[in-house]
């Protein structure tokens, strides 16, 4: 998915990447700590840095899965045909060959366009509903990091604040 694609594509990925800085930046500092009032100011700043790290991680790994996902599913050559579609719809409309009474496209012109309307609609249903599944998945596993945190007890922090003290 290298290489852009169009305006369509540039918007989409700004989209999703908007979106999942926002889900993955959610938890402040001051409202991370406040999850671990036992611990001391020391510890709070590394478990933070420990958790910058995965959400950065997950963050990564969420935007390749996402680029996966698109080359699989070619969503840059349906964008860019769908833009070709646009641009061409737009220019023929204006050429009196394409248009039947009265000014308004005919028959023939507006089945194949209402077909490939119909068929780039499906698809992108198909698309947007692997991308919900995606979203539903990721968020199970983060909701499951963020109670295997919350519950884990002083001895497992400690544990793992040594190694992020290595």
Sequence with gaps: MEGGGGERMVKLKSAFSIAVHSLLTACSYEDFVGQFPSLEPKQHESLY??????????????????????????????????EHCNKSQRLTIGYPQFLGEGGVPSAAVREKVLDSKLNELNHLKCFLKQAEEQNHMLATQLEALHKEVANADDSSMDGALKKVNL
Excluded: G, W
């Design 49 to 82: 840095k420990f958790y910058a790290q995965v959400m950065a991680a997950i963050h990564e790994n969420v935007e390749d899965e996402f680029h996966e996902i698109c080359e699989e599913s070619k969503v840059m050559e349906t964008l860019d045909r769908l």
